[in-house]
């Protein structure tokens, strides 16, 4: 009897290689799908040996890596969890839903992740442990989601999960960066023109005032002062918001000085209010996401609290992290740290009560992020008259002082 070579997958992804006898292929191929064998290649032995003297070598298909430099973007890995999450859920073997991404992915990044999570997957790792070694695209939430998908057998629900989360996280992102685009624009715009009245306008009329010796109110003194400090350090303009970004970047390399940072950005007029409510919507929609998936709470905790990207926020879930340990709920340490509203406080104590801590956390997160959205149309309705009014006082004062001693000049001319 035959005796065939091939080489399948299983429900895992994971790759065989075995043989099998069978009078016909045909009957090889039934045999091997009984196993529960995906196929990808069969060839009976004696025609393979032949093939393999006559037949010249091939090259590899294996993809090459490209040089990239930083991280996956957000919203490419966005798209690739919900592609994954859909292939997974027409039911193809997680290897074969890899490489599928994979050919399809442009150069960078992700796509040099993926070649290295498929050679991990195919030398027997499973997808979180090939995850795991890829941080620059796959963080902690990803892969312990991933890693419980896998442990309760339900991979698929964990990525459309997975790819939900991903989408309104990022629905939420870009709605406040598109909505903060315009007061940056003009405010970049009015600082263009100021700077250049400074430089250029401001310099010909202190000639003019020199030539006449005039006696200059304090007013146009001070104006002129600006003037030639822009006039001598133009240069140091767009070099002052870098500096304020560094020496904010190296404060919060200390623990403490982070703290003091994030204490003081929360309670910022306006913009601390949605910081706030933008963290905890975050953090809350990633604690439920992750405890639906069946990771445990103290790990979802740890996940969340890295998430959060705000110290005051990581002390309050390190707090509540030890208070679970010592047995205590979720709510009292949540209620101590002051966080949050009293309103979501009562919803996490209600969801432990019903067990439905997971669905109250994403109602939790659902209010958070539609108040968002409302604190950010607000805030820019407010700013819009605002910048108004601030840039007719600066252009206001600079024709004031301007045209006081170019008065006192014609009247001392026509007197």
């Known amino acids: 009897m035959p005796t065939f070579q091939y080489e399948a997958m299983d429900n895992t992804g ?7 006898e069978a009078a016909t292929e045909q009957e090889a191929q039934r045999a091997i799908k009984e196993k529960g064998f995906y196929i990808t290649k069969i060839t009976e032995q004696g025609r393979m040996r032949d093939k393999k003297k006559s037949a010249p070598k091939k090259k590899s298909n294996k993809a090459q890596k490209t040089f990239a430099i930083g991280g996956v973007r957000g919203k490419q890995l966005t798209t690739f969890t919900r592609q994954l999450s859909t292939l997974q859920d027409a039911g193809l073997p997680i290897l074969r839903s890899l490489r599928i991404l994979e050919g399809q992915c442009r150069p960078g990044p992700l796509k040099n992740a993926l070649i290295d999570v498929v050679e ?16 620059k695209a796959f963080d902690n939430l990803y892969v312990n989601m991933v890693k419980a998908g896998e ?3 339900a991979l698929e629900i964990i990525l459309q999960r997975l790819a939900d989360f991903k989408e309104k996280a990022q629905t939420l992102k870009r709605k406040v960066i598109g909505a903060m685009i315009y007061p940056a624009v003009v405010i970049t715009v009015a600082i263009v023109i100021v700077t ?3 430089y250029f306008i401001i310099p010909e009329f202190k000639n003019l005032f020199n030539d006449f010796d005039l006696e200059l109110p304090w007013l146009t003194i001070m104006l002129i002062s600006c003037s030639d400090w822009v006039v001598d350090n133009w240069f140091l303009i767009p070099m002052i918001p870098i500096a304020f970004w560094l020496f904010i970047k190296i404060v919060k390399k200390n623990k403490t000085g982070a703290y003091i940072c994030d204490f003081l950005s929360l309670k910022f007029p306006l913009l601390g209010g949605i910081l706030r409510k933008a963290t905890i919507a975050r953090t809350m929609r990633t604690l439920g996401t992750l405890i639906a998936s069946g990771v445990p709470i103290l790990e979802a905790l740890i996940i969340a609290r890295d998430t959060s990207g705000n110290a005051v926020f990581r002390r309050a879930f390190d707090n509540i992290y030890a208070a679970i340990r010592e047995g205590e709920s979720m709510a009292i340490p949540l209620r101590e740290a002051r966080i949050t509203d009293d309103m979501v406080v009562n919803m996490v104590d209600v969801g432990e009560e019903t067990g439905a801590l997971d669905t109250m956390l994403y109602k939790v997160a659902d209010v958070y992020e539609e108040e968002v959205e409302v604190a950010v149309e607000s805030l820019i309705s407010i700013l819009e008259p605002i910048m108004v009014v601030v840039l007719g006082v600066i252009v206001g004062t600079i024709v004031i002082a301007l045209f006081m001693p170019m008065i006192a000049l014609i009247n001392s001319l026509s007197g």
């Open 151 to 153: 442990a309760g057998g």
């Open 14 to 20: 994971l790759e065989v290689k075995d043989t099998v």
């Open 120 to 135: 991990e997957i195919e030398s027997g790792s499973t997808l979180s442990e090939a995850m795991a070694k890829q941080p």
């Open 196 to 198: 250049g009245i400074m």
